[in-house]
């Protein structure tokens, strides 16, 4: 039986994620690496060499810290994964110990783009950040997906900064 990152009573009801009719949210599982996990964030950035063995290394250390890590998948009728995206839940000093939310590896399955998946998805972590208690969502971009995100109701704020460490990761741009 697979094990689920985090607890389904999180995820929206059916009527409010708009998703086509084929297609449903799932916490991401402990046997995903066999469903698809890794093929929709081929097309936003380097993924490198990932066995399943180091896929499970990192979905039992997300498993490991509660109330942090809430990646959410949308499965098609089939079971494989179209899309995927990350929620990371930051406990801060600031506004009086609060928590604010990153949302990471947005990524739609190329063959499913343009049907409001990616729409439905950012809607459904909005929607596990306020159940957990988040005081907002923040992400980085590129210029090219400003509109796709302002969309889902983001607005600028700020300049995101990098730095690199190590020199492979500029390279590959991640
Ligand atoms: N530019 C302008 N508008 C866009 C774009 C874009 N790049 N992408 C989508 N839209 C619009 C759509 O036209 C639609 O508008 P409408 O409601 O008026 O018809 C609306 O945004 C919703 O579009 P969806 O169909 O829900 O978008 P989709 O399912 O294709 O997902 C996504 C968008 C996630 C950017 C997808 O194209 C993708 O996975 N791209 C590759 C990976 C990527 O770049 N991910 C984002 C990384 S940033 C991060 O992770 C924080």
Redesign the pocket.
Known sequence: MATPLFDRSLLPSQEHSRLPSSFSFRPLQSDDFHNGHLD?LQ??AYIGKVDEASWANRFAYMKSCPDTYFVLVITNEQGRIA?T?TLVAERKFLFETGIQGH??????AKC??????????LNALSHIAAEVGCYKTI????A??V??YA?CGYEQGGHEMQRYIDEKAREKNV
Do not use: W
Not at 112 to 121: D, E, I, M, V, W
């Open positions: 929709p097309d936003l899309g995206g949302i990471e590896d947005i990524a739609i499913h783009q343009g049907r409001g998946l990616g729409l439905a998805l992400l980085d971009c590129s090219k997906n509109k796709f969309k």
